[in-house]
């Protein structure tokens, strides 16, 4: 039995994070496990507003199984209750709500009733069999009442990524648990009935709290919304600049990387903040943030993927047939195993602005958004450095069709060691998938990326009168 709801939920979590998906998904653990997207711009980081918040509240307990002393993660609540869909429909549904609890309890079944638990936030995304994503955010605690307990999660499943906003709906789930389930209820309606709003815009739900009265809250949503579903905060306490340079390095070149920790909120957002570097380009392989232990097996694939593993599987995880593979301890803030040339895979004087942006002025911000911006932007400045120039080759078609022309693309380069980099990452699937979508659009998306990219033309066409006065 075990090993069919296991098998439904690698079919589920066909995570390919945006869209990069160079074939056919294939039902293994190898498949690509998508994350909320921060690469194609036109995807989950850039929704124009408008769409439901959220798909599914559910609560997820601890039920003793009918042998055994071991415990099994099993809904207990679910709002709101899916009704009048068709049988191809249900049948979806129910291996969605089936693979959840796994995810809401990835460390196992081995528990105890507890008097103390801390709090943890953490979120998972599964991919559905026609690539529509849900994203799982879920709060882990203790429910409130006297003498030992078992943590419960509450799970809030959503197609949209906006972890900043979802924390803060959590926070008052959370509050409101404490009173009464039926408290919550209310407060889930006026959200459901609410628009997700546009970036830089504002949803204010009102809600009655017994004994508070009516209470009036705001959700608002991050003007720039590419940042929207990354927190690097928790990268940064845990690692150095030269060793998440080393990660984003292995990244590129799509390696197998493991991250271990030992709580989920820590898994959960370096796992993010780590893919999120990769912007615009998107992770295209295996991709769980936190991997269950029935699923250990997913680290002995031969195929890239980028996966956190609680520190209590640390042993089953050094024990396990791998190679070439950058084994992160988030703990010590330290490399267990790396392949060796982490330091050589870009461009020495591109690796040495990295380190300089990163450095400068890291200590005087104050905000998340004010970290995100700075540890973001030195690597979006690598892209644009490296190939922000691929528009200018891809030759169109009379019918709108372009063709990426990839050698006078990389001849473009005028640094030796920039085009030695460029010739390796053009066969990556994190660049062919990009491609694919450049060609097929007539004009290059107005999004981010290429507004960076016209500065930085900018730039030096008023370098070049400067250097020439000289």
Same mark, same amino acid.
Request: aromatic fraction near 10%; charge should be neutral; hydrophobic fraction near 40%.
């Given at each position: 039995?075990? $090993?069919?709801?296991?098998?439904?939920?690698?079919?589920?979590? =066909?995570?390919?994070? #945006?869209?990069?998906?160079?074939?056919?998904?294939?039902?293994? #653990?190898?498949?690509?496990?998508?994350?909320?997207?921060?690469?194609?711009?036109? !995807?989950? *980081?850039?929704?124009? @507003?408008?769409?439901?918040?959220?798909?599914?509240?559910?609560?997820? *307990?601890?039920?003793?199984?009918?042998?055994?002393?071991?415990?099994? #993660?099993?809904?207990?609540?679910?709002?709101?209750?899916?009704?009048?869909? %068709?049988?191809?429909?249900?049948?979806?549904? +129910? =291996?969605?709500?089936?693979?959840?609890?796994?995810?809401?309890?990835?460390?196992?079944?081995?528990?105890?009733?507890?008097?103390?638990?801390? =709090? +943890?936030?953490?979120?998972?995304? /599964?991919?559905?069999?026609?690539?529509?994503?849900?994203? @799982? &955010?879920?709060?882990?605690?203790?429910?409130?009442?006297?003498?030992?307990?078992?943590?419960?999660?509450?799970?809030?499943?959503?197609?949209?990524?906006?972890?900043?906003?979802?924390?803060?709906?959590?926070?008052?789930?959370?509050?409101?648990?404490?009173?009464?389930?039926?408290?919550? &209820?209310?407060?889930?309606?006026?959200?459901?009935?609410?628009?997700?709003?546009?970036?830089?815009?504002?949803?204010?739900?009102?809600?009655?709290?017994?004994?508070? @009265?009516?209470?009036?809250?705001?959700?608002?949503?991050? %003007?720039?919304?590419?940042?929207?579903?990354?927190?690097?905060?928790?990268?940064?306490?845990?690692?150095?600049?030269?060793?998440?340079?080393?990660?984003?390095?292995?990244?590129?070149?799509? =390696?197998?990387?493991?991250? /271990?920790?030992?709580? %989920?909120? !820590?898994?959960?957002?370096?796992?993010?903040?780590?893919?999120?570097? %990769?912007?615009?380009?998107?992770?295209?392989?295996?991709?769980?943030?936190?991997?269950?232990?029935?699923? /250990?097996? !997913?680290?002995?694939?031969?195929?890239?993927?980028?996966? @956190?593993?609680?520190?209590?599987?640390?042993?089953?995880?050094?024990?396990?047939?791998?190679?070439?593979?950058?084994?992160?301890?988030?703990?010590?803030?330290?490399?267990?195993?790396?392949?060796?040339?982490?330091?050589?895979?870009?461009?020495?004087?591109?690796?040495?602005?990295?380190?300089?942006?990163?450095?400068? $002025?890291?200590?005087?911000?104050?905000?998340?958004?004010?970290?995100?911006?700075?540890?973001?932007?030195?690597?979006?400045?690598?892209?644009?450095?490296?190939?922000?120039?691929?528009?200018?080759?891809?030759?169109?078609?009379?019918?709108?069709?372009?063709?990426?022309?990839?050698?006078?693309?990389?001849?473009?380069?005028?640094?030796?060691?920039?085009?030695?980099?460029?010739?390796?990452?053009?066969?990556?699937?994190?660049?062919?998938?990009?491609?694919?979508?450049?060609?097929? *659009?007539?004009?290059?998306?107005?999004?981010?990326?290429?507004?960076?990219?016209?500065?930085?033309?900018?730039?030096?066409?008023?370098?070049?009168?400067?250097?020439?006065?000289?």
């Amino acid at each position: 039995m075990e $090993g069919r709801v296991v098998g439904r939920a690698l079919r589920f979590f =066909r995570h390919r994070l #945006p869209r990069l998906q160079a074939g056919p998904p294939q039902d293994s #653990p190898a498949e690509a496990v998508k994350e909320p997207e921060r690469a194609q711009e036109h !995807t989950l *980081s850039n929704f124009a @507003g408008g769409q439901h918040f959220f798909e599914y509240l559910l609560v997820v *307990s601890l039920k003793k199984k009918h042998l055994g002393d071991d415990y099994e #993660p099993t809904i207990t609540y679910q709002f709101p209750k899916r009704e009048n869909l %068709l049988r191809g429909q249900q049948e979806e549904e +129910e =291996r969605l709500l089936k693979a959840i609890p796994l995810f809401c309890f990835p460390d196992g079944n081995a528990w105890a009733p507890l008097t103390e638990y801390p =709090r +943890e936030t953490f979120s998972f995304v /599964l991919t559905n069999v026609d690539g529509s994503r849900k994203i @799982g &955010y879920c709060r882990r605690l203790l429910p409130a009442g006297p003498g030992p307990r078992l943590p419960k999660v509450y799970c809030i499943v959503s197609c949209i990524g906006c972890f900043g906003l979802f924390s803060k709906i959590l926070d008052e789930v959370e509050k409101r648990h404490q009173i009464s389930m039926a408290v919550i &209820y209310p407060f889930m309606q006026g959200l459901r009935e609410a628009a997700f709003p546009a970036p830089g815009k504002t949803v204010t739900l009102k809600s009655f709290i017994p004994d508070s @009265g009516t209470e009036f809250i705001s959700l608002t949503r991050p %003007l720039d919304s590419h940042l929207e579903h990354v927190d690097f905060s928790s990268l940064l306490q845990c690692l150095g600049f030269e060793q998440i340079l080393q990660i984003f390095a292995s990244a590129v070149l799509e =390696r197998k990387i493991i991250f /271990l920790a030992e709580g %989920l909120s !820590t898994l959960s957002q370096c796992i993010h903040a780590a893919a999120a570097l %990769l912007y615009p380009f998107s992770w295209a392989h295996t991709y769980i943030p936190v991997v269950p232990e029935s699923l /250990l097996a !997913t680290v002995c694939c031969p195929t890239p993927f980028m996966v @956190g593993v609680q520190m209590r599987f640390r042993q089953e995880v050094l024990d396990s047939p791998m190679e070439e593979v950058l084994l992160v301890n988030l703990c010590e803030g330290t490399f267990l195993m790396s392949v060796g040339d982490e330091k050589d895979i870009l461009p020495p004087k591109l690796q040495d602005d990295i380190l300089d942006s990163l450095g400068q $002025g890291i200590n005087e911000l104050t905000t998340a958004e004010q970290i995100n911006e700075h540890v973001s932007g030195p690597f979006v400045q690598f892209f644009v450095k490296t190939v922000g120039h691929y528009a200018s080759f891809i030759k169109r078609e009379a019918n709108g069709q372009g063709h990426f022309q990839e050698r006078p693309f990389c001849k473009a380069l005028t640094s030796k060691n920039n085009r030695r980099f460029v010739k390796k990452f053009v066969k990556t699937q994190l660049f062919s998938l990009f491609i694919q979508e450049a060609e097929k *659009s007539k004009n290059p998306p107005a999004g981010y990326f290429q507004q960076k990219i016209l500065e930085y033309e900018e730039q030096k066409k008023q370098k070049k009168p400067r250097e020439k006065r000289l």
